[in-house]
């Protein structure tokens, strides 16, 4: 196995024509199905990055930004945006066009982290992401920045380290009522 790749190399693409039996009772592409799909190709593109059977450890951050119409083609892309030791963030853009007209529109786009597996579910180190481009080293610089966020948000409000008074002020204006014992 190679001990850097592109992401070039695994970069991937679906199209599929949505259905109606994709839509919701709104009568759009019901988003669950389009995370399922969106899943599916993070998984693809890092398999092929780790050359290994991969799982979704997390997902940051899904939003929606238009509707996916019934008869409209689904396209999602992915490359590989970070590597780690044993882990990638996939990037997956997701875009609808429609076949009569033409017009397409961005949907959504998401950041997959996957985890490498041998056969026995241990996870397993990656090849390390060769940069060739800003674009590259700019998607890099921002995984690394959401994980690095990611985890001074979760122990900002860890058990152990929670302090209520500085919550108190912190949730002045919002739409909540404190009633604490």
Known sequence: MKKY???KESRTSITELMQPSHSNFGGKVHGGYILSLMDQ????CASKHSQSYCVTASVNRVDFLNPVEVGDLIILKASINY?????????????????ITGQKKHCNSSYFTMVAKDEKGKNIAVPGLLIKDEQGMRRFARSKERKLSARRRDTK???KNFKMNECLA???GENVKMDLD
Request: glycine share 6%.
């Open 5 to 7: 790749k592109t992401s």
């Open 157 to 159: 409000y860890d058990t």
């Open 83 to 99: 590597t780690g030791r044993t882990s990638m963030v996939v990037g997956v853009r997701v875009e609808s066009e429609n076949i």
């Open 170 to 172: 912190y949730l002045n």
């Open 41 to 44: 190709i993070a998984f693809a």
